[in-house]
């Protein structure tokens, strides 16, 4: 498989989006169809819009297409995005690469050496000082992912943001980073990142150019190992105000600014969708 560009991109908050992430912003009469793309206990959970998926569609087709998520690969094997399935998906932050669905043993491996050789505290120690320190006022579940990295769902209107703050000063000095996503916080290996999983895939495809999205700042070091990036107008990137030189800073929101960035990666490969087809006619 050979592809001059490669286009790797987050999901959640990026691509796909909850009921609750939508941010539409206009009179319901106004509203763009939506698609959707994953369902979970037999509800809809995760929404495109119809131009997004058209646009979607294409950029799949020419094999340029690899999803990079925090997602464990069950997590990620509910979403169920248009156009054929990408040859290569990135899950677990970059602790799996998927080759036609499958996990490749090899990368696994390579990545549970680095964190074990890298890291300073194990996954249990971490997941204790979350579990032992958090308050069940605003801790819901706690949970771990791929025995590489933890995540806690929390209320997020009662979560003490210097919490998050003291666990990422500890985290930090033992080689883990936390992000903060709506209601979930991260703990995660340093040595666990989309961009190094993304890397192999380039070497793999043997690509010339990286496309990448993202908004959260489990993204940053994918974006800033494009060629050139993208970040919407809302999550932990926006609302640090984190940017770079060639990473194009929306100010749209919510599911518009998937579709912009859909439309970006499309334009980027040549995809042309008519009218009629992405839901406008």
Not at 57 to 72: E, L, M
Not at 149 to 178: H, I, M, N, Q, S
């Amino acid at each position: 498989m050979n592809v001059k560009i490669l286009i790797a991109s987050d999901l959640d908050r990026t691509l796909i989006y909850s009921a609750a992430a939508l941010r539409l912003g206009v009179p319901d009469a106004r509203a763009p169809r939506l698609l959707c793309v994953e369902v979970y206990e037999g509800k809809p959970l995760s929404y495109l819009t119809e131009t997004a998926a058209a646009l979607l569609d294409g950029v799949a087709r020419t094999g340029a297409f690899v999803p990079a998520t925090t997602r464990t690969r069950e997590q990620y094997g509910r979403v169920r995005l248009p156009g054929p399935v990408p040859r290569f998906a990135v899950c677990a932050n970059g602790g799996e690469i998927l080759v036609d669905g499958e996990p490749d043993t090899g990368w696994r491996r390579r990545v549970r050496r680095a964190v074990a050789d890298e890291c300073g505290a194990t996954l249990d120690e971490v997941l204790d000082r979350v579990t032992r320190t958090a308050d069940p006022a605003w801790l819901l579940r706690a949970r771990t992912a791929e025995d590489l990295f933890a995540y806690l769902v929390v209320d997020r209107e009662r979560l003490p943001l210097v919490w998050v703050k003291e666990l990422t000063e500890w985290a930090d000095e033992r080689g883990w980073a936390v992000s903060l996503q709506g209601r979930k916080v991260y703990a995660v290996p340093r040595p666990v990142t989309k961009s190094a999983a993304v890397a192999e895939v380039v070497r793999r495809t043997g690509a010339e150019r990286l496309l990448t999205a993202g908004d959260s700042l489990l993204d940053a070091d994918l974006l800033l190992a494009a060629d050139h990036g993208w970040r919407p107008g809302h999550g932990e990137l926006a609302d640090s105000g984190w940017t770079a030189p060639h990473v194009t800073a929306l100010t749209t929101a919510g599911v518009a600014a998937g579709e912009e960035i859909v439309r970006a990666f499309a334009e980027a490969v040549d995809v042309v969708v008519d009218a009629a087809a992405d839901g406008r006619g």
